[in-house]
């Protein structure tokens, strides 16, 4: 008979848990995962309508809060209307059977796993954590809360910032005796080719704090090769962004200072490691 949480815990605490007792304990995580995911799935598309036309579509529209922003800031600066940007009008068809549907549970499923996504780093934790020195512990804290922050973070980052002006830049991109009517799935793939990857990418300082721990990664060498980086960031950009200069560098100038962040990051493991060295001896 399969062990229930409590008889996980409880063997947790006593610190004899088998290969079976984990793979059960790693199925209650992942099953509480995936039911956080489907609680936020089912309430967007319960809504899906709203959702959809004051969140998936509001960045091809005219009033859209980053082409305010931009204007505003235009103006500040003493730029007149330069960077007032008038989105083009488009209309996005449906034309696959049941294409519609299909697409509303998706994009509820990808919205849910996002909306979620804090809720699962916190369950990848509790099952990661029994097996951690309390030294690790302390060094991880504030993991979860650190992940998440960075994610969201880039996620609104994509949306907010290169959403609406590549979907603007492929919108105005036309070809002569050409229509362009994009289809619901063509535009919901660039939508999440826009914000979930940079999610991740935002996650950087993270990487390069556990690769400092483990001596892969120095402050010294992302300093060295800090134009490799600067390269790397460019072709970064021209790949997650359309072939326009202006929205590859408003992705490429804040994955530069994430860049310069990590290597504060690294230093100050290093530091650390080192002070630990000289206590140790």
């Not at 804290?141 to 907010?160: H, M, N, P, R």
């Amino acid at each position: 008979m399969a062990l229930d949480q409590v008889d996980v815990d409880s063997l947790e605490e006593q610190g004899e848990m088998s290969f079976l007792d984990h793979l059960e304990e790693l199925r209650w995580h992942i099953l509480r995962s995936l039911a956080a995911v489907v609680v936020f799935a089912i309430a967007l598309f319960l809504f899906h309508k709203s959702f959809f036309a004051h969140v998936i579509m509001a960045p091809t529209k005219e009033g859209f809060f980053s082409f305010k922003i931009f204007c505003k800031l235009s103006n500040a600066i003493g730029m007149g209307d330069k960077l007032c940007i008038t989105p083009t009008a488009f209309e996005v068809i449906a034309v696959g059977f049941g294409e519609t549907f299909i697409t509303a549970i998706k994009i509820s499923i990808v919205s849910g796993i996002i909306l979620a996504f804090p809720y699962i780093l916190y369950e990848l934790w509790k099952f990661i954590k029994p097996g951690l020195y309390e030294q690790e512990v302390k060094l991880a804290k504030g993991f979860v809360a650190i992940c998440s922050f960075l994610f969201l973070t880039g996620i609104l980052f994509g949306y907010y910032i290169i959403t609406p002006f590549g979907v603007n830049f492929l919108m105005s991109f036309n070809l002569p005796e050409v229509v362009n009517k994009p289809t619901l799935a063509s535009y919901i793939s660039y939508l999440v080719m826009f914000t979930v990857p940079a999610g991740i990418i935002f996650e950087l300082p993270v990487i390069v704090y556990f690769f400092a721990k483990l001596g892969l990664v120095t402050a010294e060498n992302m300093k060295k090769y800090r134009r490799h980086a600067i390269i790397g960031i460019l072709l970064c950009s021209a790949l997650l962004t359309p072939p326009d200069v202006v929205t590859q560098f408003l992705i490429g100038i804040p994955l530069y200072f994430l860049y310069e962040i990590s290597i504060i990051i690294a230093k100050r493991v290093q530091k650390n490691e080192a002070k630990k060295e000289l206590q140790s001896t």
